[in-house]
């Protein structure tokens, strides 16, 4: 996506003997972010328009203000009733909804990809188990490399500290149970023997969460206990908040993990330790849920605005599945090559097939696949590519980004992405060792008017 930042950058990173070219070589991180990031950065920042990337998490907001309004607009206020159209098996659906309030806080993050004409949300990650929170430990650190500081003086680029919303939002969580607002206990809490899986994610999380003032504990939901008073405490320390990083699958099923949560939501419910976040935003972050926007009788239940939101930000979606029509699957048996075929919940791009990248008999075992598992067909969005200079060879590349785009109370959160050379396949994770990460730089609205001229 080339904006007038960007072909200024490219434009100095030609240069053999540019301090931008070898940007990241220059750049040091803290410890446990180089651990778990520094052997995957891109070779520079992205940069985009504050103003733009702004409006979109002002977007977002709203869409998650649509789907939070579905349960009682469109299923009487029943949550079995929508969890189940979105193919949400009753156990997860029962984990889910247990203290629900019908209002859940407003934290997300959006994957989307730009167009070149706007961002198209991919999926709307709610609650508060997310990655990239600590990736602005990187905008720091090319801030500290001369050429770079040079660069971005001149281009008045800017960064949004994800970390600075989410500290904000656990001492709120904290006043809220009285607790010192300043400096209360946080647990971060993953599920049943799951700490260890992103052991290198959680030390980053915490190393840049202590230089915010806040030294979170970690652990796993089954070591919180209740203490007398009703407060929950992790090996014997009493934990004002609990940072969320289990999801609900972690749950269901392990009678171990289902007594915990039932511990850790009476806390929250009695205000002895606050939950950030329950997991009741977890029914609106299925894939499905995007797709029920797109049904006409959701549609009709939609206001005019909310409507014209739908069509600008979403790419259409199909609900799949047990809950799909016949109408939907086949569709989508015709229209592979322009289509994405994802479960509605999952993690790392887990079961994600590309119509145009597999053939005939392969999507059709793919849809068929959707039969016992909930699923959603999403149009195809084709992202505008990020030129990228190598800086070994001096040749420009072009990658697909990614973008990790949080919104929260306080409205844009920051942003990060991920990014891959189509060579490498069209699937962008970590999984998929092609893949890169990147910090974002917001710019003037000028640049771009520039760059147009």
């Known amino acids: 996506m080339e904006n007038s930042a960007t072909v200024r950058y490219l434009t100095q990173s030609a240069d053999p003997d540019s301090g931008l070219r070898t940007l990241t070589a220059q750049t040091t991180v803290p410890a446990e972010y180089d651990k778990a990031y520094g052997h995957v950065l891109l070779p520079r920042p992205v940069f985009v328009s504050e103003r733009e990337i702004r409006a979109f998490a002002d977007d977002l907001a709203a869409v998650f203000r649509t ?49 070149g004409t706007g961002f198209r949300l991919l999926e709307l990650n709610v609650g508060s188990e997310l990655g990239g929170v600590d990736s602005a430990q990187l905008n720091r650190a090319f801030l500290n490399v001369p050429a770079f500081r040079s660069f971005a003086e001149a281009n008045a680029l800017g960064h949004t500290d994800t970390m600075d919303h989410l500290v904000a939002e656990l001492r709120a969580a904290a006043a809220g149970v009285g607790a010192d607002p300043v400096s209360p206990v946080v647990a971060l809490i993953e599920g049943p023997g799951a700490l260890g899986d992103h052991d290198s994610v959680f030390l980053s999380i915490q190393e840049d969460m202590s230089r915010h003032g806040i030294e979170p504990l970690l652990g796993e939901i089954q070591e919180l206990a209740e203490g007398a008073d009703g407060k929950l405490a992790l090996r014997g320390r009493p934990v004002d908040v609990v940072l969320r990083y289990f999801a609900a699958g972690q749950i269901a099923g392990d009678p171990v993990a289902r007594a915990a949560l039932t511990r850790v939501n009476r806390a929250h419910a009695a205000r002895h330790t606050a939950l950030f976040t329950p997991l009741e935003g977890a029914l609106f972050t299925s894939k499905a849920a995007l797709g029920l926007l797109h049904l006409p009788a959701v549609r009709a239940a939609l206001s005019e605005t909310e409507r014209e939101l739908v069509d600008r930000v979403l790419p259409r979606t199909w609900v799949l599945g047990t809950q799909g029509s016949e109408e939907a699957l086949a569709h989508a048996r015709t229209h592979r090559a322009s289509l994405v075929l994802k479960p509605g919940i999952g993690y790392s791009a887990d079961g994600v097939v590309i119509g145009r990248d597999v053939t005939d ?93």
């Open 67 to 115: 789907l939070v309004s579905l349960p009682r607009r469109c299923f009487d206020g029943d949550l079995a009733r929508y969890g189940a159209a979105i193919g949400l098996p009753p156990e997860l659906i029962e984990v889910m909804s247990e203290g629900a309030t019908g209002d859940p806080l407003l934290y997300a993050r959006a994957d989307a990809f730009h167009d």
């Open 361 to 453: 008999a392969e999507w059709e075992a793919a849809l068929e696949a959707t039969a016992v598992r909930d699923y959603v067909a999403q149009e195809l969005v084709v992202p505008a590519l990020e030129p990228v200079v190598d800086p070994e060879t001096g040749r420009t590349g072009e990658w697909v980004a990614n973008w990790g785009i949080f919104v929260t109370p306080q409205g844009f959160g920051g942003a990060f992405c991920r990014a891959l050379q189509p060579k490498d396949g069209s699937v962008i994770t970590y999984a998929n060792p092609g893949t890169r990460g990147t910090c974002v730089f917001t710019c003037p609205e000028v640049e771009f008017e520039e760059s147009r001229i």
